[in-house]
């Protein structure tokens, strides 16, 4: 019996893998753009390093808090996960500037909101130079 | 800076980041830009006009 006409040509063509998927994504990870940078994106790889830089340095001038899991506070552990999501920035300003954030300044929720999203974009760009790696993206 | 800004700023980043990240084409990212970011800075001014009539009351102590 014969296949139903179509049924080939319905699949979406598989696309070659453009590069080691999971370089770029430890790159990605560990320094916002650098997978972009390493999948031949540069012009993208700048406006995002730019871009989580920004709002990672703003975050940093409120005073906004870098996580760290807190015993009994599950939800720390999140945010942590969130925050680490910047790649070496955060065990930098953790390990080399011993920043902390200030629980008492004014900026202190808002900083928190920019440092957190920082880290939160970097991890979407880790997924997205993992999808172009993968040729999934352009 | 004031709140306002703040809200401004960080609207813009977020905004500029997804259209980056989801569209290729010019037309296409000023479109989602502006849907982002006017969605962020009119909904967060529109929440916070519902909000104003309750009362914030006296801050909470710090754990």
């Not at chain 1, 975050?59 to 910047?86: F, H, I, K, S």
């Not at chain 1, 909101?113 to 130079?129: E, P, Q, R, S, Y």
């Not at chain 2, 259209?19 to 009119?42: D, P, S, Y």
Request: hydrophobic share 55%; aromatic share 12%; charged share 10%.
């Amino acid at each position: 019996m014969s296949e139903p006409s179509g049924t080939q040509t319905s699949q979406p063509a598989a696309r070659a893998a453009v590069a080691n998927p999971l370089v770029a994504a430890v790159l990605a990870w560990l320094v916002p753009g650098a997978g972009h940078l390493f999948l031949k994106r540069g012009r993208r790889a700048l406006l995002f390093f730019v871009l989580v830089i920004a709002a990672l340095v703003i975050g940093c001038r409120l005073d906004g808090n870098l996580y760290t899991p807190v015993e009994g506070q599950p939800l720390t552990l999140l945010a942590t996960v969130g925050c680490m999501g910047m790649g070496l920035p955060y065990f930098a300003l953790r390990y080399l500037f011993d920043y902390h954030g200030e629980v008492m300044a004014a900026g202190y929720e808002y900083g928190t909101a920019f440092v957190l999203t920082a880290g939160l974009m970097n991890l979407l760009l880790v997924l997205d130079a993992w999808d172009i790696a993968l040729g999934k993206k352009e | 800076m004031s709140h306002f800004l703040l809200m401004v700023v960080y609207a813009l980043l977020v905004s500029l980041f997804f259209t980056a990240l989801w569209r290729r084409e010019r037309a296409e990212q000023v479109k989602l830009f502006l849907q982002l970011f006017l969605g962020m800075v009119v909904g967060g001014l529109a929440v916070a006009w519902l909000m104003y009539p309750f009362p914030s009351g006296p801050p909470s102590p710090i754990p």
